[in-house]
C-alpha cells in the first residue's frame, strides 16, 4: 500500500478574525500529483504556507512525512522543494550563483547546478542576475533552485500563473519527469486545464472549505447529468441532442445521412463544476 506524505486532519486558520481555512482534512499519496484549485483568496497559499511549515494552524493536524509541519526537522526539510513567488532568489545574483549559494547551504554536488540549469533551460542565461529575468525564466530559476537538491516532495503555488503556453508547457513536462523518478507533487493553480492535464487527483477550494475532491475526469463525469453530444455536419448544421432514445434515433440517422465534421459529448468541465456547486467561477 503506498503511504500518505501530506495528511491534512481538520484544519482550521482564523485571519483577522475570518476564517480563511474551515475544517480542511486531506491526503496525498507518494508518488501523487495533487492539484489544489480554487479562485483567488480561496486560501491555497495559506495550505501550502501550513504544509511547509511557514505558519501554524488554528486547530487540527498538518503532517508531511509523518511528521507535525510546526516541527519539521532539518531533515525533514531537506525533502521538501518549495516553488512560491520570489522564493529564495537573491535579485542581485545571477542564476548560477543563486543556485550555487544554495548548493553549498545544502552540500549538494555543484556538479548538479550545471544540470538544473540546462534542465529548467536556463544554461544561456546562467550568468545574468535574478533581477533582470523575464518571470517565464524567473519561475524557471525558481523551479531549478526548488528541485537542486532532489526533494521528495515538491509545492508548487501557481508554478505557471502568467506564463506563455510554450513555457507552461514545458514546466509541466518537467513535473511528469520528476514524478516518473518518484517526486511527489503539490501545486496550486486557479487554471482548470492545467488540473485536468496534470493531476492524479484534485481538491477544489472555495472560501476555505474542500467542496469536491478527486480525479478531475471522475469528478466530471460525476456531474455530467444530461449526457448530450453536439454534431456539426459538413452543410454547416449544429445539433445538440441530450440522450433519450428518440434523439438516439436522430443521432444515428444523422451520422447515415449526413457528411459529419465532428461530433463531441459536452461533459462538463472543472469550471463548469465550479460553477455549479458554488454558483462562481473560478477565475
Ligand atoms: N498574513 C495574512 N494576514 C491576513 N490575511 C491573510 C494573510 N494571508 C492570507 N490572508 C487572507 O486569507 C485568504 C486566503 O488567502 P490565500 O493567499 O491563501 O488565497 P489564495 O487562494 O492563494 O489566492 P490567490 O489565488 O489570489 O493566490 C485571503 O482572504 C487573504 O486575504
Ligand atoms: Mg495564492
Known sequence: MKEDVICLSRITKTYDGKNVLNDISLK??????FGLLGPSGAGKTTIVRLLTGQINADSG??????????????????????????YGVYERLSCKDNLELFARIYNIDPQRIDFVLKKVGLAGESKKA??????????????GRAILH????????????????????????????LRENGTTIFLTTHNM????????????????????????????????TDFSVT?????GKVLCLKKDSEN????????????????????????????????????
Request: with cysteine; glycine share 6%.
Open 248 to 283: 438516439w434515433k436522430k443521432l444515428v440517422e444523422v451520422i447515415v445521412n449526413k457528411d459529419i465534421l465532428s461530433i463531441h459529448s459536452n461533459e462538463p468541465n472543472l469550471e463548469d463544476v465550479f460553477l455549479q456547486v458554488t454558483g462562481r467561477g473560478l477565475e
Open 130 to 143: 535574478a533581477g533582470k529575468l523575464s518571470k517565464g525564466m524567473r519561475q524557471r530559476l525558481i523551479l
Open 61 to 86: 493536524s498538518a503532517e508531511v512525512f509523518e511528521e507535525n509541519t510546526s516541527g519539521l526537522t532539518s531533515s525533514d526539510k531537506r525533502k521538501i522543494g518549495i516553488v512560491m513567488d520570489n
Open 193 to 224: 486545464n492545467e488540473a485536468t492535464k496534470m493531476c492524479d487527483n484534485i481538491a477544489l477550494l472555495n472560501c476555505g472549505k474542500i467542496i469536491e475532491y478527486g480525479n478531475p475526469k471522475e469528478i466530471c463525469s460525476r456531474y455530467n
Open 150 to 177: 532532489e526533494p521528495e516532495l515538491l509545492f508548487l503555488d501557481e508554478p505557471t500563473s502568467g506564463l506563455d503556453p510554450v513555457t507552461s508547457s514545458h514546466i509541466h513536462d518537467l513535473l511528469f519527469e
Open 231 to 235: 454534431v456539426k455536419t459538413i452543410d
Open 28 to 33: 496525498i499519496k507518494k508518488n501523487e500529483i
